[in-house]
């Protein structure tokens, strides 16, 4: 059983720059297709992006396109959310979470692990 824990999220200017991390243990990630989802008070949570068992494969919703970067470092067992350009609708409680594939689907369904989140709130 694998278990995600996220970090690095806060209270951060309009403009300003994050970096999540999701670190993993119980299992290695390597082999499997990773994502980021969010969710904001009142809504239902969404993919921000998601990357395959190589660097080279991502995936991102069109509203964070350009401006937040996922990342992972297989040696680590780590997958990164850098955010850059943050405005207030970024606000969310941000999870990571891991397919048992190394196929990447935009869909929450496809992904069966989860961290706990860490909230991101971006001030005007």
């Known amino acids: 059983q694998v278990q995600l824990v996220e970090s690095g999220g806060g209270l951060v200017q309009a403009g300003g720059s994050l970096r999540l991390s999701c670190a993993a243990s119980?299992?290695?990630?390597?082999?499997?297709?990773l994502g980021w989802f969010r969710q904001a008070p009142g809504k239902e949570r969404e993919f921000v992006a998601a990357?395959?068992?190589?660097?080279?494969?991502?995936y991102y919703a069109d509203s964070v396109k350009g401006r937040f970067t996922i990342s992972r470092d297989n040696a680590k067992n780590t997958v990164y959310l850098q955010m850059n350009s943050l405005t207030p609708e970024d606000t969310a409680v941000y999870y990571c979470?891991?397919?048992?594939?190394?196929?990447?689907?935009?869909?929450?369904?496809?992904?069966?692990?989860w961290g706990q989140g860490t909230q991101v709130t971006v001030a005007s």
């Open positions: 990357i395959g068992p190589i660097n080279t494969r991502t």
């Open positions: 119980g299992r290695t990630l390597s082999l499997y297709a």
């Open positions: 979470a891991k397919r048992s594939s190394p196929v990447v689907q935009t869909g929450s369904a496809f992904y069966d692990a």
